[in-house]
């Protein structure tokens, strides 16, 4: 059962083979039995599991099922759940039990889908690698020595490693399809305002978005067909009709437009990287497409002003986090200030305590000009980019990591290194444009992801081109031999 993707567990619980409550425990077992090794939960969540998965059988025997009723899910836990532990990944939040769930969980729960639990991050989602977790690092399931990617490296390493069908992730700079290409799995960051981000824990508000991490591009077609819409609890979600995202999946490609930007092919990019992603546009001529080169002349200024503008949004978000109306409280305050001070200086990480750093210098008075309005004009630039490149192109194909997964511990002593595992996906999110990482081969015997990034409003596009992709090759169907 565990190979299954959501589409064939959906199926299969409509045909009666098995039942929901049977899915959800076969579930469970592989978690209390394997998760050990890997560490992708911070919190398993059985009894409301079972709860849900009895309610999704009498609901699909009573004939009214939607497409996913029954089937489970895993949820990050940057994403609050009425009830259940909401940490994300910080000990400052260790204590939070959440009193209301999150748009996105509570439109799960409404399409009868069942939450196995929440899912292991970086603090905050603020890293690559998923060594920032106050639960600590979480393991690739294709090499243990190896990080899954992150932020969202707990919910990549839970589907690769078959301990749940699929997860939900958040996007702020590359956060489900940096550790989707590092783990092997397909990874959707939708059009900023898709999805709502009422209930997600905040890091960088101009930039975070949430979407499916799956084993397949249908199963995240079926995925957004649930989270995707309007919520008037953001007001940065946007009123726009939801089409069916399945609708486009079995289109051919003929004719279709790739665009290979130059910059994403240069220095720093691993060899075998290189390899496997040009096979993959090979395949993608057999299917009609035809491929241009073209230029995103500003690729080089995405890391420098992601790393000005996400620290200033993140250091204005996390000023919530005071020790005085929730989380973490240090022991026997003197004073105000030294509540505050310890609260702080306790409850946070080293990279969460860099970022907040960074963000309030680059706002204070007599640096915002330099330094947070210069990254809000190089912002522009590189949307405009994009701007003039879907002129000419349907979509944008490159890898999404310059590399595969590295060894735990190679690059947590050196920010910047850690800061440039994400310079293929960063640009998305300062655009705003949705984007893909589809499993694409391997290289130094680890998963390689090809990235594709959209126009505004192309989810639709992207899952057909991916689902296209998939249904003539086979490394999204791959699972590490452990696992398998
Ligand atoms: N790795 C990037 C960062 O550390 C992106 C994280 C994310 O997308 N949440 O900020």
């Known amino acids: 059962m565990h ?3 959501m589409a064939e567990l959906s199926a299969g619980l409509k045909a009666g083979e098995f039942s929901s409550e049977e899915l959800t425990r076969s579930y469970l077992e592989r978690i209390e039995n394997l998760d050990g090794d890997i560490n992708s939960y911070i919190t398993v969540t059985p009894e409301l599991a079972l709860q849900q998965a009895r309610e999704a059988d009498k609901r699909i025997a009573a004939g009214n099922a939607d ?5 489970p899910l895993a949820h990050k836990d940057i994403f609050c759940t009425d009830g259940v532990r909401t940490s994300s990944g910080s000990k400052m939040l260790d204590n939070f039990i959440a009193p209301y769930d999150a748009t996105v969980v509570s439109r799960f729960k409404q399409a009868g889908v069942v939450t196995l639990g929440k899912t292991n991050m970086d603090e905050f989602a603020m890293g690559s690698s998923n060594e920032t977790s106050f639960y600590g690092a979480v393991k690739n399931p294709w090499n243990t020595d190896t990080v899954p990617g992150g932020s969202s490296g707990g919910s990549a390493a839970a589907v690769a490693a078959r301990l749940a069908p699929a ?19 397909t990874g959707l960051k939708p ?13 960088a508000s101009s930039l975070d978005q949430a979407g499916p991490m799956t084993r397949s591009a249908e199963d995240a077609a079926l995925m957004m067909n649930v989270m995707a819409g309007f919520d008037q609890r953001d007001s940065t979600s946007l009123q726009r009709e939801v089409p069916d995202y399945t609708a486009d999946l079995d289109k051919d490609l003929k004719g279709l437009k790739i665009g290979l930007p130059k910059e994403y092919f240069g220095e720093g990019l691993d060899a075998g990287v ?17 491929v241009v080169e073209i230029s995103l002349p500003n690729t080089g200024l995405s890391v420098p002003t992601y790393y000005v503008v996400a620290p200033a949004e993140c250091s204005s978000n996390l000023s919530r986090f005071d020790g005085v109306r ?31 750093l960074v963000g309030t210098y680059a706002l204070s ?17 590189i949307s405009d980019d994009f701007n003039q490149a879907f002129e000419k192109v349907d979509v944008i194909m490159g890898p999404t990591s310059p590399t595969t997964a590295f060894n735990i511990g190679e690059r947590s002593d050196d920010p910047v290194s850690m800061y440039l595992s994400d310079i293929y996906t960063i640009a998305a999110n300062l655009a705003g444009l949705p984007g893909m990482s589809v499993p694409a081969g391997f290289a130094n015997g680890m998963p390689v ?8 409003f192309d989810e639709g596009r992207l899952l057909n081109v991916a689902h296209q992709f998939q249904q003539a090759t086979d490394w999204h169907q791959r699972a590490p031999v452990a696992y398998a």
């Open 3 to 5: 190979n299954k993707t």
């Open 67 to 71: 497409a996913l009723t029954g089937v």
């Open 167 to 185: 997860a939900t992730g958040t996007d702020t700079g590359g956060s489900i399809r940096q550790p989707a290409a590092l783990v092997g799995i």
């Open 191 to 203: 059009t900023y305002g898709r999805v709502s981000r009422y209930g997600m824990i905040a890091f």
């Open 274 to 290: 290189a390899k496997a992603v040009e096979a993959a546009i090979e395949e993608y001529k057999k299917l009609g497409a035809e």
């Open 326 to 356: 929730f989380g973490y409280r240090c022991e026997d305050p003197v004073d105000l200030e030294d509540l505050y001070k310890r609260s702080r200086g306790e409850g946070f990480g080293d990279e969460v305590k860099r970022r907040i």
């Open 365 to 381: 008075a007599g640096y915002y000009d330099a330094y947070y309005l210069k990254a809000q004009k190089l912002r522009r630039l």
């Open 449 to 456: 992801g090809l990235q594709i990034i959209g126009n505004y």
